[in-house]
Structures are given as structure tokens and as C-alpha cells.
């Protein structure tokens, strides 16, 4: 590598050492290897967060649209349903639809929610969660209560 492209990198990865565009990032953990380094897909952050979605208490699930909805029906679980992750160098950002149980405290959900997505994104992976943006698109009602509430209305 000539001492001009090793400028060039430098001023890609910025002072992290890392660099990477929208589907990667790119970790150079030690810098004194320029040719080792480690990529990060946006798929394994987002695969990380759906895990994590799917133990917190409040949230029933994601929110996927018609693309996931037709891949679950073929039999196949789309991890990534309802996960948008971009990734800046050695920051993410991750937007995420979900569904949550009715009953349930919103704001008490979701804050957990960011709050274990962005312990877990960031030590899994060493990058910085920039910013989480959840978006709450429904509420899943247990079919028992959705029966008694049209047992009343009858």
C-alpha cells in the first residue's frame, strides 16, 4: 500500500480505525495489522436487536409489512422483520417497527426495549448506537380478550 492510499484510509476510518458504508462495518482492532480487520453486517445487528425485541416483556413482536408477512407464511422466519439498521463508520443507527402487548405500558416498553438493544448492540459489536427509533405500528389483543369484549358488545 503506497503512502497516499494509506492517507486515504485514514481519512475514511476517522480516529475509531473503522470504516465501513451502509450494509458493513469494518473494525481494524489492531492497528499495527492494516490488513487484518473485522465486517460487521447490518443483518447480524439487526438479527441482535430482533433477539433481544423478542425478550422484553410488553413487546409481543415486529412489525414487518407484506414482504415478511409472505416469507413467515412460506415457513421461513425473517429475522430481520421490521429491523432498518445503517451503519456510519463506528456509529448505528437502528429503526424498528414493532407490536406491542395490549395492556402494557408503551413508554416503559420500549424504553427497555432501547435501552437492551443499545447494551447489547454495543457490546457484541464495539460500535456506537447513534440512535434508536422504535415505531409502534399496533397492538396485539390476547383473542380472549378480544372474545369478551364482543360477548359485551352482543
Do not use: C, F
Amino acid at each position: 500500500m503506497t503512502e497516499e492510499e494509506k492517507k486515504a484510509n485514514e481519512g475514511k476510518a476517522g480516529k475509531s480505525g473503522k470504516t465501513g458504508g451502509a450494509d458493513e462495518a469494518v473494525l481494524k482492532p489492531d492497528p499495527s495489522k492494516e490488513e487484518d480487520s473485522i465486517r460487521i453486517s447490518s443483518d447480524v445487528i439487526a438479527v441482535i436487536t430482533s433477539i433481544i425485541s423478542s425478550d422484553i416483556p410488553g413487546i409481543a413482536g415486529m412489525s414487518g409489512g407484506v414482504v415478511g408477512g409472505i416469507a413467515e407464511r412460506l415457513g421461513r422466519k425473517d429475522m430481520t422483520k421490521g429491523i432498518k439498521v445503517d451503519v456510519d463508520e463506528d456509529r448505528v443507527t437502528i429503526e424498528l417497527s414493532v407490536i406491542v402487548e395490549y395492556g402494557k405500558s408503551i413508554v416503559e416498553s420500549t424504553d427497555k426495549l432501547k435501552k437492551e438493544i443499545r447494551n447489547n448492540v454495543e457490546k457484541t459489536t464495539g460500535l456506537k448506537v447513534q440512535a434508536i427509533n422504535i415505531n409502534v405500528e399496533g397492538i396485539n389483543v390476547p383473542e380472549e380478550e378480544g372474545q369478551e369484549e364482543e360477548k359485551q358488545e352482543s
